[in-house]
């Protein structure tokens, strides 16, 4: 592909803000169709306040290039969300439209050379990815409408998504990249396959030194922490209830380097092993992701699973196939609701219905909206 500079216009079309519910530090991150081949992007551009008045780039403009690359070396994996093309735009107001850009695909070395000849111009970084949709969202599904309630996934569900995130991290560790940056803000769920974005606070590192053990650890720690923790209690580790938090790097070094302690008080009843293992991660006693991946599987054979090498008994596993019918079913039900929900509220917006219909339209509405705040699966 050539590289050349051509209207921002001509190569998409920018929607809606779709990072309102949980703003990160670097970015704003609006819907765009690429309309070279029709697909709905997530459009991540960094912030303008990001640019420096002498015209180098800051930090947060290098971590567009860090993140670009760290996405192409993950390619391979089915769980990091996919890039579809970076480059440079001149719109100077935040909502990133109108102005001209450079797109470069995916060529992290043509992003990293133009990184001090555009941000020089006052051009900034984008990326476009893969958009995923809010409704699997982490902290969307679990974020409470009250101001003491909760929602935690199931164990089940907890477990898969929990070895899903292990394959993934030992994928990266093997190529010495650390995740660190763990919140539910960046973990997407549909029940089934779990998919991660953001990886400018992540690190590619050096062989054989002692950062490289002490990220590894604590990539781990991170991931007990500050998702897998959350997902199982509905609470983060350290304010009780669930908050964006946006962050910097040093933010996000710092965030859970203090807690070396969980506390399931809240959910007395969770996996007694689960805890076990997830405390473990806390006090960084598991410096390899093998030896986490093993922890987990102990845990799941415990849970039904059948795994090689996992001991598990005939009647857990048929107890386990019963729990996923269930779910699967329960999924269908909160999902019946929401269409349910979609065909009155198609009526109640109605000019000319009567007073009786809407009264009646809207004691409907309020009672699947108790139903919906009350459901079991986030
Ligand atoms: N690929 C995507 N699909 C859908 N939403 C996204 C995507 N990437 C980012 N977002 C939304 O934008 C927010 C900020 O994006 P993020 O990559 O975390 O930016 P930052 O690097 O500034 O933290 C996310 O919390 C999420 O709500
Ligand atoms: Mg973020």
Not at 116 to 145: A, C, D, T, V
Request: net charge negative; hydrophobic share 40%.
């Amino acid at each position: 592909m050539q590289e050349m500079e051509t209207a921002l216009d001509d190569l998409y079309r920018i929607e809606n803000y779709i990072d309102t519910f949980a703003p990160g530090h670097y970015a704003r991150v609006v819907e765009a169709e690429d309309l070279r081949n029709s697909r709905l992007v997530a459009f991540k551009a960094m912030r303008p306040e990001h640019l420096s008045d002498d015209g180098t780039p800051g930090w947060e403009a290098r971590a567009f290039i860090n993140e670009a690359d760290l996405l192409v070396r993950l390619a391979a994996s089915p769980t990091a969300v996919r890039l579809y093309d970076c480059g440079y735009i001149s719109a100077e107001d935040e909502r990133p439209d109108g102005g001209e850009i450079l797109s470069l695909g995916t060529n992290v070395s043509a992003f990293r050379e133009n990184l001090y000849p555009y941000i020089g111009q006052h051009w900034r970084p984008y990326l476009s990815l893969e958009l995923l949709p809010r409704n699997n969202s982490l902290f969307y599904l679990m974020k409470p409408n009250s101001a003491n309630g909760r929602r935690r996934l199931p164990t089940e569900e907890g477990i898969d998504l929990a070895i899903q995130f292990a394959h993934f991290l030992r994928f990266a560790h093997d190529q010495r990249i650390v995740y660190l940056d763990h919140k539910l803000e960046h973990v997407y769920w549909d029940g089934q396959t779990l998919r991660i974005i953001d990886f400018n606070s992540s690190q590619l590192l050096e062989t054989g030194t002692h950062t490289l053990d002490q990220s590894l650890l604590q990539d781990i720690h991170n991931l007990c922490v500050g998702t897998l923790y959350s997902i199982f209690t509905g609470l983060s580790p350290q304010k009780g209830s669930l908050r964006p938090q946006p962050a910097s790097q040093s933010e996000v070094e710092a965030r859970y380097a203090d807690v070396d302690h969980l506390d399931f008080g809240v959910e007395p009843s969770l996996s007694p092993s689960l805890q076990e293992l997830l405390q473990q991660g806390a006090r960084q006693e598991i410096s390899t992701i093998r030896e986490f991946i093993n922890g987990l599987e102990r845990v799941a054979g415990r849970h039904g699973w059948e795994l090689p090498g996992v001991h598990t008994m005939p009647t857990l596993r048929q107890a386990r196939g019963q729990m996923r019918a269930g779910l699967a079913h329960l999924r269908w039900g909160q999902e019946a609701l929401r269409t349910a929900r979609e065909n009155l509220l198609e009526a109640v917006i109605m000019d000319d219905i009567n007073e009786e219909m809407e009264a009646e339209l809207r004691r409907l509405l309020a009672q699947i909206n108790d139903a919906l705040n009350h459901r079991v699966i986030p």
